[in-house]
């Protein structure tokens, strides 16, 4: 059976393009935020870039690979809080973090909704996003692709993108490096005209009007974006075997054939 014609779900697709953000990176700390990110990151680990250094998400070096959200099998070191931030300072991380608004300049809020003086909601604050998008590579994950996720401009800068910091000067710009946007519809980037979010790829069962239509910003040039790669027989069966045999992956990506 060809890799086209195994059975694969949007969830699964959205594993692997989690997996490709990761494959060039070789001997870095992953540091994955949620569920397809942590899934995505140990797809990579098993696959396309064994070099990637894994933890538990809270204070261990991983030397195994285990199912998402067990129990540690090896452990190689010890990372506790306070070490994570020589890390982030050394720059020898990738980052996949969440996202409530992202805008046309490749800016993520995951702080408060509404105006900065006053907002009608609040979210997580900025935590570690400043700091990441300044010194690390950081990708982001968004399960719901909508136009009140993707603004013409986020509500609060949180994590910052290529144009702001390069506003900012050469102490942000420098190693700012806005990696992959991956969503339930597509993968995007910030390689478009002055630095803005573009279409990389969309997902098997969407087109690029789809996405438009789901994004509140013009995209560009949609209509001939490619097709985001389904997942091979192998990582299929990393997917719903090895890594997710209880199939975590579909609370944020419902279980469907793309």
Known sequence: MSDDDTPTTRADVCAAAVADAFKDDGEIFASPMGTMPMLGVRLAKLTSNPDLVISDGESLFLGGTPP???????VEGWIPFRKVFDVVAHGKRHVMMGATQVDRDGNQNISAIGPFAQPTRQLLGSRGAPGNTVNNRTSYWVPRHSPRVFVEA???????GPKRAAEAGPAAARFNDIHRIVTNLAVLDVGGPDRTVRVVSVHPG??????????GFDLGDVASAPQTRRPTAEELVLIAEVLDPKGYRFKEVPREAP
């Open 68 to 74: 998402i959200f067990a129990t540690a099998d090896v």
């Open 154 to 160: 986020v509500d609060i800068v949180s994590g910052v």
């Open 206 to 215: 969407v087109t690029g009007a789809d996405v438009q239509a789901a994004t």
